[in-house]
């Protein structure tokens, strides 16, 4: 059996350490890539693949061992099939895989979004592609991953036996209800998946973090909680109102009394085929029932369901349900179904991100106040009950099909940390944009008439502002054109030819120091 797993690393000093190496190993990746694959150090990854075989000679009567990959990257699909292969072979052969493994990763290049990586692996080769910025147009925010295994099937590995899970499969379950889910998790809500297994349970919490794609999920998230985690005593608090905005997987039993007071609550049924359903006259009866209650436990419930003290804000969309359903008899592709599903959740999340992203560009300021000798002017404040007002004439309820009490609903995601993730990407990229525009407007300005009458300290203090600002873009990696840079430091150099020679020298000097 195989499960993927979100590891905390904020409480250990040397993880510390570890993570902020990292991050500037791979201070661009995250620039460039989706939300959904950005890395976040303070959290690793953990793919465990579990083999149990009965032993007459061991006492418990079973050889039981886990292979676990740790990794600060999201890639769900693409490690979930590697940690297959290498645990295969080291069942197979022993421990040497594991060095040759750890071998061929030393080879490997740095991940690149949007660009095809070869990647050895004892004694194949896998092809990845990560997708970047530039695909936030296609509903496909995962990473594809080929493997060249004529060297592993030659030894009879069963390769598919963890295959990456679809989003289709996953939320199948749960398919009457997924504008509450959907909510829930654009909310950032506390929300407990309770699952049979360990694989069914991280692959149902991994895709509910996908479903508000290009919106990245910020709050925490894991995908297999277990009694053992550091955390657990504040998990089981009993103090609902301080419950964090976090998606928790469990499988052991206890949770079902340690959790009860939580207010939002998945459970699962043992995962059926959506062929064995459709056979049998649809969706399993109670599969995905909703079951709203005032109390604060849910432990008498034992049925599969959404189980939830949240009202949806929004009603249910019967065309998506119809369309899926209608799939399931006649027999269409998994991969195709997941598509379907997949372009739903894109499409209702960008619905509701355009009067979000309208009303951050009336934010900025006028291209006509920008001037080239004063500061660069910064973006307005974000005002809430403003922006909830201008829903009434731009809102999504004039354009889509989806009924429902929109307004509350952005209330809900303005507190959550989805938002305050979604803001500060967004608010960065205004102001980078705005520190573009000002250097470009400085750059085509005339210095000369500008410089006329001015008095040395003033010149000088030009001089460190242009030296500053074009020190900050190379840092900050702002896409400043060749052109705004030669003229920018011919400015530079024209300001310094009029200064006293003595006072030329001390520019030059700081400069050289600086650099």
């Known amino acids: 059996s195989s499960g993927a797993g979100r590891i ?13 190496t990292v991050a500037k190993s791979y201070a661009n990746y995250n620039a460039r890539c989706l939300p959904p694959l950005q890395m976040d150090t303070n959290f690793l990854f953990g793919f465990a693949y579990f083999r149990q075989v009965k032993d007459a000679s061991i006492r418990r009567g079973y050889y039981q061992k886990s292979v676990i990959l740790l990794t600060y990257l999201p890639l769900v699909s693409a ?14 052969t022993g421990d040497l895989p594991l060095e040759i493994f750890c071998h061929d990763v030393d080879r490997w290049p740095h991940p690149v979004p949007g660009q095809h990586l070869t990647l050895p692996l004892l004694g194949s080769v896998v092809e990845l592609y990560i997708p970047s910025l530039s695909s936030r147009h296609t509903d496909n925010s995962n990473e594809t991953v080929t493997v060249n295994d004529s060297t592993i099937s030659s030894i ?37 998946v309770l699952a049979p297994s360990p694989a069914q349970c991280s692959a149902t919490v991994q895709a509910l973090t996908t479903i508000i794609h290009p919106l990245r999920y910020v709050a925490d998230y894991r995908p297999f909680y277990t009694i053992h985690d550091s955390d657990f005593k504040e998990m089981t608090s009993s103090n609902s109102s301080a419950l964090p905005s976090i998606i928790l997987g469990v499988t052991n039993p206890f949770f079902n009394k340690a959790l009860q007071h939580w207010p939002n609550q998945i459970r699962l049924a043992a995962a059926s085929s959506p062929d064995h359903l459709a056979a049998n006259g649809g969706l399993a009866k109670n599969a995905s029932k909703l079951k709203r209650s005032t109390s604060t436990k849910f432990q008498n419930e034992s049925k599969p369901g959404v189980y939830t003290q949240v009202k949806p804000n929004l009603e249910r969309d019967r065309d998506i349900i119809k369309r899926i359903f209608k799939g399931v008899q006649l027999k269409r592709p ?31 300021p006028l291209a006509r106040t920008i001037s080239p000798y004063r500061a660069p002017p910064k973006v307005k404040p974000f005002n809430v009950d403003d922006f909830i007002s201008s829903l009434d004439q731009s809102g999504p ?14 209330r809900k995601f303005l507190k959550s940390p989805n938002f305050v993730g979604w803001y500060n990407i967004r608010h960065a990229e205004v102001s980078k944009k705005l520190s573009l525009l000002h250097l470009e407007s400085l750059a085509e300005a005339k210095i000369e008439i500008w410089m006329e009458g001015k008095a ?24 400043l054109p060749d052109l705004v840079k ?21 520019i030059q000097t700081k400069t050289s120091a600086s650099s």
């Not at 372009?343 to 992203?357: A, G, K």
């Not at 242009?466 to 702002?478: C, F, M, N, Q, V």
Request: net charge negative; proline share 6%.
């Open 79 to 92: 490690f979930t099939q590697l940690t297959a292969i290498v645990a295969n072979k080291f069942f197979e």
């Open 456 to 479: 040395e300290v003033e010149l000088v203090d030009m001089v460190l502002r242009i030296r500053g600002k074009l020190s900050e873009s190379a840092r900050t990696g702002l896409p």
């Open 8 to 20: 905390g690393t904020a409480a250990a000093g040397q993880q510390k350490t570890a993570a902020s």
């Open 397 to 410: 309820q004039l354009t889509s099909r989806i009924k429902g009490d929109w307004a509350s609903l952005y």
């Open 156 to 192: 009879g590995l069963p390769l598919h036996q963890a295959p990456p899970p679809d989003l289709f499969p996953t939320l199948y379950p749960l398919l009457e209800q997924l504008h509450c889910v959907w909510e829930l998790v654009l909310t950032a809500e506390p929300v407990v």
């Open 486 to 506: 030669e003229r920018l430091q011919g400015h530079v150099t024209r300001i310094v030819s009029t200064l006293p020679e003595d006072l030329q020298g001390v």
């Open 334 to 364: 998994a991969e195709v179904q997941s598509a379907l599903l997949r372009r739903y959740f894109l499409e209702l999340t960008q619905t509701f991100l355009i009067p979000l992203e309208r009303y951050l560009a009336g934010l900025m």
